[in-house]
């Protein structure tokens, strides 16, 4: 039997509040450099301590051992989704990262500009690197210009440096399809293919995008040194079954970034807008109490200074969380998770495949008699190591919201 | 390669004697009111502590992260079955829990009686929660009257309260049926019919239900306020691989409730009567001890207080166990594990998701180095967490019984 069925079969509707915390790039490793301490081991958090006491640790597994994810895959674990299964494209991930507000069947493309020769091959595949000034207006000339293609209506939006996005909306599109980008200089642009060669969409939509390349180019030709441009990564926005579907909640997004929004918005989850700090989020998830069910809070900083390589900064990122904590804590949930969508340890400056630490706490965790929520710590908690997936089936349990599987 | 295919043909047979002793619902977990103890980790187990020095520890899933489950799937996983895979209507663990020696192809129906008005609408789901007593007379009744259908027997049996059970023995029947119970008053009983449409069996399985209302409902028409009755949970007994077959285990169970033989029978076990109490089980254990490979025995008090909420009750049921343990212990299995069949913490009042303790012990368990078996201390144990499924696999490699996979 089908786990997801199972789940769905025994779930019982109620009206407890779950919030999902998530501190991008939260886990770390203990490295001789940094005294043995990860930056959650070496942050003050006297409001994670108190919660660690009444709470259940674990750390999880974002994809499976050794994978490293990307944020799409994070979070789709995070929010229940199997991010082997449900498996969102590049292009896809970048236009919510643009704050694109995707439809399902939607094709994407990540694209730059590049330097092309005479002849059309690629000699420098990022335009010598141009600023995003000189791309947004590049963008904005391509969008002036190309609106529709038929019917398929044309979305152009700048990135950073020489990074753009190109969305194509229309009827019976469909990806993935291959690169228009040789990967290395010295080679012409290659015509895009459907990857499944027996999709009449993807077909079509390789035709649509090579007629694209055709209305583009010329505007772009005495333009220097970005006369040329490439595309990656080309996939359609999947159909997913709706978060409120799946569990019987009606979900929030609470985030800053777009990026996290857009991966929200995905799943069908509704974007509460405007707060910018953590402290303005947990307020405004208390405003929003009433009104949904589950609440994701999304916090960037753990993730950008581990990114960084900034030990110190990621630890005062944690701090800085910690003492916003009691904001959200007046109006304590009946379950709430504390964890990351993955690792990005600073000995890395990227993101990581090392398991996530995660606290969850109700009146029904148990405690794992820790003094504090840290990686170490999680080791050693009832929670286990455990796919990230389920990290929303365990919420619902201590949410009282499964019925019991047989007699 | 399937996996239960692999153990299979790694098998070894040898002479070991296998010990299960399943102290029912014995996870719990700590909180604040219990001064952050559990049942286990409260209770003086002076025995218990004396195994752990020599043990491996760990926790065991019991059928998926957050899924609670009823005693079937929760025994059928300690037996090494697939509770997904092998799944009991509950028809059938209701006619086991009374004590009905169920056959591979009966269908059995929990039922209850109820209250029509003249239209034969349901008043009383519950009939008023009329008396044992009164249940067992209509039953009676109900038994006297209807013994066959056809050629198909129907044996009646009162449980507690409104309830009893109705099994049809008979050839060519199947469930599992939509239930004869609207769910809630205010509406007349459903007519039942096949869920799996195309099942022969089990349309011949619905007509007969029908036939049967159609002759038990005249019987009670001017009882009150007993006048109706409820089916749910129609299945039947499926065919499951019989455990000395799939294990090369001679088995008995030392079990005290209906439910447990019963569960123990449904995959063959050969059930030994008689003990009452867990010292006289472990005595049976030891009488019987060249007669079989395997024992189930089963302890019922940790689950009953578990379900209580009676911390109190639950610790000292710990503490009896673990003073009588010294009868087993003197005629020492080559292999014995001690766990629960799922969690039923005090704090809940019922059982629960949250994975149970084990303990396993053998001349190459190794130790774990713990003092005492609790769920803290288990959670550091090399078992690590695991599905409950794999004991029995665990089991049987301490005892020598598996080959070397490849060379």
Not at 198 to 221: D, R
Not at 307 to 328: M, R, S, T, V, Y
Not at 369 to 397: P, Y
Request: one cysteine or more; a positive charge; hydrophobic letters at 40%.
């Amino acid at each position: 039997m089908n786990l997801d069925t199972l789940y769905s079969e025994l779930t019982l509707k109620n009206d407890a509040k779950l919030v999902l915390l998530v501190l991008d790039g939260l886990g770390d490793i203990a490295t001789k450099e940094q005294n043995y301490l990860t930056p959650l081991e070496a942050a003050a958090t006297p409001n994670l301590d108190a919660l660690a006491r009444n709470a259940a640790q674990g750390r999880m597994i974002p994809v499976a051992p050794g994978i490293t994810p990307g944020s799409g895959p994070g979070h789709l674990a995070l929010f229940g989704y199997d991010p082997l299964e449900f498996q969102v494209g590049r292009g896809v991930i970048e236009a919510l990262g643009l704050g694109i507000e995707l439809k399902a069947g939607d094709v994407a493309a990540r694209a730059n500009f590049c330097t092309l020769d005479a002849k059309g091959i690629v000699t420098d595949r990022r335009a010598g690197r141009i600023e995003t000034e000189v791309c947004e207006e590049l963008c904005k000339l391509l969008a002036s210009k190309i609106k529709k293609i038929g019917t398929t209506e044309v979305m152009i939006k700048a990135g950073k440096g020489h990074r753009f996005v190109v969305v194509f909306r229309g009827k019976g599109l469909e990806g993935p399809l291959t690169d228009a980008d040789p990967h290395h200089e010295g080679a012409p642009i290659p015509v895009v293919r459907a990857v499944n060669k027996k999709s009449a969409k993807a077909q079509k939509a390789a035709l649509l995008i090579k007629e694209f390349y055709k209305q583009a180019l010329p505007l772009l030709a005495k333009r220097k040194p970005a006369n040329g441009f490439l595309m990656r990564g080309i996939a359609h926005q999947p159909e997913i079954p709706t978060f409120q579907e799946r569990y019987q909640l009606r979900p929030a997004c609470i985030a800053v970034y777009p990026m996290y929004k857009g991966l929200a918005q995905l799943v069908g989850m509704n974007k509460l807008e405007g707060a910018q700090t953590i402290a303005e989020q947990f307020q405004r998830y208390r405003a929003e109490y009433d009104n949904y069910d589950y609440f994701f809070i999304h916090y960037k900083y753990t993730d950008m200074y581990g990114e960084d390589g900034n030990f110190a900064a990621k630890k005062k990122a944690i701090e800085e969380l910690d003492a916003a904590l009691p904001i959200l804590l007046e109006k304590m949930p009946k379950v709430l998770a504390i964890t990351g969508d993955h690792s990005t340890p600073c000995a890395a400056k990227g993101h990581s495949w090392h398991p996530q630490p995660v606290l969850l706490t109700s009146a029904l965790s148990g405690s794992d008699k820790l003094q504090r929520f840290t990686e170490t710590g999680a080791n050693t908690g009832s929670l286990g190591v455990f796919d990230a997936k389920f990290l929303i089936r365990l919420m619902q349990a201590n949410a009282l919201m499964f019925d019991k599987f047989g007699a």
